[in-house]
């Protein structure tokens, strides 16, 4: 969950897509607004999708003809829910393998079963996707709930330029290293990213 937001996420499928640039994969979330405020539709970040050893960034689909992303359509009130699909030029046999993150949430593992009917799971409904499942929902090292004395990471969130700055209100959810990343990138608790010196000392 989105400690952020209050935002209940699921991925409740996982399925190949055949697109006019090659093949696919769409995943299925399943937004829960847990919390006693109005979840703005704004604030869904943006999906990321590695896969393989090495973590090899997916691009995301961009495709009207294919629906491609479906995200969230209006705000969400507290205790309603929100379906949003985004799409992947990976094929499904690289979801075996697989990093995926919104915001301070990571799942980790084989996504190929992820939906999948199965007897033990209670009359062919999709798997929930928890730390016990084949996909493995993680929080990063960096994403532990900062005291409330401690200073603003230093850093940018835009071009660099001058020397870095304290960025006051920004609360670093966890590094974005090598090999993906820019020794430095830094996920930030809201959902944004920016470039910080305790991630680039790391």
Same mark, same amino acid.
């Given at each position: 969950?989105?400690?952020?937001?209050?935002?209940?996420?699921?991925?409740?499928?996982?399925?190949?897509?055949?697109?006019?640039?090659?093949?696919?994969?769409?995943?299925?979330?399943?937004?829960?607004?847990?919390?006693?405020?109005?979840?703005?539709?704004?604030?869904?970040?943006?999906?990321?999708?590695?896969?393989?050893?090495?973590?090899?960034?997916?691009?995301?689909?961009?495709?009207?003809?294919?629906?491609?992303?479906?995200?969230?359509?209006?705000?969400?009130?507290?205790?309603?829910?929100?379906?949003?699909?985004?799409?992947?030029?990976?094929?499904?046999?690289?979801?075996?393998?697989?990093?995926?993150?919104?915001?301070?949430?990571?799942?980790?593992?084989?996504?190929?079963?992820?939906?999948?009917?199965?007897?033990?799971?209670?009359?062919?409904?999709?798997?929930?996707?928890?730390?016990?499942?084949?996909?493995?929902?993680?929080?990063?090292?960096?994403?532990?709930? =900062?005291?409330?004395?401690? /200073?603003?990471?230093?850093? &940018? *969130?835009?071009?660099?330029? +001058?020397?870095? %700055?304290?960025?006051? #209100?920004?609360?670093?959810?966890?590094?974005?290293? =090598?090999?993906?990343?820019? /020794?430095?990138?830094?996920? &930030? *608790?809201?959902?944004?990213? +920016?470039?910080? %010196?305790?991630?680039? #000392?790391?």
């Amino acid at each position: 969950m989105s400690e952020t937001y209050g935002i209940a996420t699921r991925i409740t499928d996982v399925f190949p897509i055949d697109t006019r640039y090659g093949p696919g994969v769409v995943i299925t979330f399943d937004l829960r607004n847990e919390s006693d405020e109005i979840f703005q539709d704004y604030n869904w970040p943006t999906p990321s999708l590695s896969t393989g050893e090495r973590g090899v960034p997916a691009e995301q689909i961009f495709s009207g003809e294919d629906g491609l992303p479906q995200p969230v359509s209006g705000n969400i009130p507290p205790g309603a829910s929100r379906v949003v699909r985004h799409g992947f030029e990976v094929s499904m046999e690289d979801m075996t393998d697989a990093t995926l993150s919104v915001g301070s949430i990571i799942w980790r593992g084989d996504f190929t079963t992820v939906g999948e009917s199965s007897e033990t799971s209670g009359g062919g409904q999709a798997p929930v996707v928890t730390t016990s499942a084949t996909v493995e929902q993680t929080r990063s090292r960096g994403s532990q709930s =900062p005291s409330a004395s401690s /200073p603003p990471p230093v850093g &940018f *969130t835009g071009a660099p330029n +001058g020397d870095p %700055q304290p960025l006051v #209100g920004k609360v670093i959810d966890y590094c974005m290293g =090598p090999p993906m990343y820019q /020794p430095g990138t830094t996920q &930030f *608790t809201d959902g944004t990213t +920016g470039w910080t %010196q305790e991630c680039a #000392g790391q």
